[in-house]
C-alpha cells in the first residue's frame, strides 16, 4: 500500500450551503470532485493526523464508493481512526450521537438529506464537528477557502475495505472499526423515552404507521417500532433503503408522502401516522384525519414535554429558525423560559445546546431534535410524540385542538418554487431588499405593512454574526411573511415563501390553513411580484 499524492486544480462552487456540499451525484462522480472537497475539508479542519472520524451515509447511489475513498483519503493523511457504520450507513443523528459518545473529532456524514437520490439525482457531504453537530459557518469558510486554492490530495492505493463485516481491520496505520448503525442509537433513545409505556400502548392496539421512503430511517424504525417497542409486524413501510429511494422524493411533506397521508385520511386509519427523510433527521407528524405542520408539532413537543421522561425536569430553553412559526414562542412564554430565533440550519442550534441555553430546537422543513444529540432526529420526534400520546392518553386530533385552545393557532404553510431561473429569483430577492426600508407604512393585498426588514443573527454564546438570512415582515393583525432563497437545492433556485397568521378565536381554530391564509398569501404576492418574476402560477410544493 503506497500513499499517492495527485496534483489536482480547485474546482468551482465546492461551497458548502445550508447543510453541507450538494451536488448532482453525476458532478461528485466526476473526474477528483469528491477527492478535492475532501482533502479541502481536512485542510480546512487544520488536518485529520492523529484524529478519530465517524463515516456514515443515508445510502443514495455514490454512497458505497464515496466511503471507501473518504477511507483511503484518512488513511493517506494519517488519521488515527474511523468508526463506520456497517455498509458505510448512518443516520444522520446516529452519526451525531456516535462523534459524541465515541469523543471523535468529527465526521463525515454521505448524504443530499431530503434530495433525491440516483445517479441522476443529488449526492452531499456533510462535515461534522466534534460537538456532533454540522461544521459552524466559520468552519465551512476554511473548508470552502481551501477548495478555492488546493493543488493536490493524498489517497492510498488498496483494495477496497470490507464495510459488510462487523469488526476492526487497518488501512496504513488507521484503524477502521466497523459498527452497527443501529445499536448506539437505540440504546440513546431507551434512556430518552418511556419504552415500557409506549409498549403497554402498542399492546392495547395502537396503530402506527411510519414511512421511511425507502432512506435511512427503515433499519432503525424496524429495530425500534417493530421489533422492540412492539408495533405491529408492517407497520414500517418502505424499509429497506435503495440507493435511489424507489425513485421517490424522500421528503417527509404532504407532497412526496402522498401514500401516508392517504392512509392516514382513510376511514381505517391507524392511530398514529410519520415519515423521516433521505438521512433520517427530519419527521413528518400525522394523526387520523390531520397533517400537524412542523412548527405546530414543535410547539406541541415542548408544551408535552414534562410528560416525557427525559425531559419531565423542565426545559432550559427553545429555539426555532427564524421562518418557524411563532407558535413556539407562545408556549416558551407560559413555561417562563427563553425563546431564540436563529437562520435556517441546524448548525445554528449547536451552540445554543452546548452551552445549555436551549433543549429543544425545531425548524419549519420537519426538524425537531434536542440536547441528545447536535442534529435534528426524525425517529426521536416520532418516539417523542408516540410516548407524549401513551402518557396523556390522548389522540392527535386532541391534542392538537388542546393546544390551539390553550396558546392560540399560528396559520402556517410554506410555498416552494423550485427550480427557478436563478438570476429572476436573485433579483426578485435583491430588488425586495431594496425597498425594505419604504415598505413600513404602505398596504400590501390591503394589510399593511408594520416592519420589513433582512435577518441577520448575532450568536449571543460566541459573538459570530450570519447576515443576509431572509427577508421578513409583519403585517397587521399578527401576520407574517419571510421570503428566502434555499441553499440545499443544485438545479436553478428554490424561492421559499413563508407564511403565517395567528388566531385567537376559538370558534375559527380548525379552517383550511391556505383559505385562512388567504390574505397573507395575496400580501405575499402584491410585495414580491412572484408570479410574474418566476414565471409560475402556483408554487410546486405547499407544506
Ligand atoms: C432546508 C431547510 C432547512 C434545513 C435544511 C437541511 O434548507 O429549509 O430548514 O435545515 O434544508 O435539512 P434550505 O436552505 O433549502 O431552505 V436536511 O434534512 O435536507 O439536511
Ligand atoms: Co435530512
Not at 432503525?220 to 405491529?232: C, F, H, P, S
Not at 433503503?241 to 411533506?253: A, C, R, S, T, Y
Request: charged share 25%; net charge negative; aromatic share 6%.
Amino acid at each position: 500500500m503506497t500513499i499517492m499524492t495527485i496534483p489536482t486544480k480547485p474546482i468551482e462552487g465546492q461551497k458548502p450551503g445550508t447543510s453541507g456540499l450538494r451536488k448532482k451525484t453525476r458532478v461528485f462522480m466526476g473526474p477528483h470532485y469528491l477527492e478535492n472537497y475532501l482533502q479541502a475539508t481536512w485542510d480546512g479542519i487544520g488536518g485529520v493526523a492523529g484524529k478519530t472520524l465517524v463515516l456514515g451515509g443515508d445510502g443514495r447511489h455514490f454512497n458505497d464508493r464515496a466511503a471507501q475513498v473518504m477511507l483511503r483519503m484518512a488513511a493517506a493523511s494519517g488519521a488515527k481512526k474511523v468508526i463506520v457504520g456497517q455498509n458505510a450507513l448512518l443516520s444522520t443523528p446516529a452519526a451525531s450521537h456516535l462523534i459524541r459518545k465515541r469523543k471523535a473529532d468529527g465526521g463525515i456524514i454521505l448524504s443530499a438529506s431530503h434530495n433525491p437520490g440516483g445517479p441522476d439525482g443529488d449526492f452531499g457531504v456533510k462535515y461534522n464537528v466534534a460537538n456532533g453537530g454540522p461544521a459552524p459557518e466559520g468552519v465551512t469558510e476554511k473548508i470552502f477557502a481551501a477548495t478555492t486554492t488546493i493543488t493536490e490530495y493524498k489517497i492510498v492505493e488498496a483494495q477496497d475495505i470490507d464495510l459488510a463485516t462487523i469488526g476492526t481491520s487497518h488501512l496504513l496505520d488507521t484503524e477502521i472499526e466497523v459498527v452497527d448503525p443501529v445499536a448506539d442509537y437505540q440504546d440513546l433513545m431507551e434512556q430518552l423515552f418511556d419504552f415500557p409505556a409506549i409498549k403497554a400502548l402498542f399492546a392495547g392496539g395502537f396503530r402506527v404507521s411510519f414511512d421511511a421512503m425507502h432512506a435511512i430511517t427503515g433499519p432503525y424504525a424496524k429495530a425500534i417500532l417493530e421489533d422492540t417497542l412492539g408495533a405491529a409486524p408492517g407497520s414500517v413501510t418502505n424499509g429497506v433503503p435503495l440507493p435511489d429511494f424507489g425513485q421517490g422524493h424522500p421528503d417527509p411533506n404532504p407532497i412526496w408522502a402522498r401514500d401516508l397521508m392517504q392512509t392516514m385520511f382513510a376511514d381505517d386509519a391507524p392511530d398514529f401516522g410519520a415519515a423521516s427523510d433521505g438521512d433520517g433527521d427530519r419527521n413528518m407528524i400525522v394523526g387520523r384525519g390531520i397533517y400537524v405542520t412542523p412548527s405546530d408539532s414543535l410547539a406541541a413537543i415542548a408544551a408535552n414535554a414534562s410528560h416525557v421522561k427525559a425531559y419531565a425536569g423542565g426545559l432550559k430553553g427553545v429555539a426555532r429558525s427564524m421562518p418557524t412559526s411563532r407558535a413556539l414562542d407562545r408556549v416558551a412564554e407560559s413555561l417562563g423560559i427563553d425563546c431564540y430565533e436563529t437562520p435556517t440550519g441546524w448548525k445554528f442550534f449547536g451552540n445554543l445546546l452546548d452551552a445549555g441555553r436551549a433543549t429543544i430546537c425545531g425548524e419549519e422543513s420537519a426538524g425537531t431534535g434536542s440536547d441528545h444529540v447536535r442534529e435534528k432526529d426524525g425517529l426521536w420526534a416520532v418516539l417523542f410524540w408516540i410516548n407524549m400520546l401513551a402518557a396523556r392518553k390522548i389522540s392527535v386530533a386532541a391534542l392538537m385542538a388542546e393546544h390551539w385552545k390553550t396558546f392560540g393557532r399560528n396559520y402556517y404553510s410554506r410555498h416552494d418554487y423550485e427550480a427557478v431561473d436563478s438570476v429572476a429569483a436573485q433579483a426578485l430577492v435583491d430588488d425586495l431588499r431594496k425597498r425594505l426600508p419604504d415598505l413600513p407604512g404602505t398596504t400590501a393585498a390591503g394589510l399593511s405593512v408594520e416592519s420589513a426588514d433582512e435577518f441577520a443573527y448575532d450568536d449571543p454564546v460566541d459573538g459570530s454574526r450570519s447576515e443576509g438570512q431572509g427577508l421578513r415582515f409583519t403585517l397587521d393583525g399578527g401576520g407574517r411573511i419571510v421570503l428566502r432563497l434555499s441553499g440545499t437545492g443544485t438545479e436553478g433556485a428554490t424561492l421559499r415563501v413563508y407564511l403565517e397568521r395567528v388566531e385567537t378565536d376559538a370558534d375559527r381554530m380548525h379552517d383550511d390553513p391556505q383559505e385562512a391564509l388567504a390574505g397573507i398569501i395575496a400580501a405575499a404576492e402584491a410585495l414580491a411580484g412572484i408570479k410574474q418574476r418566476t414565471g409560475r402560477d402556483k408554487p410546486d410544493v405547499i407544506t
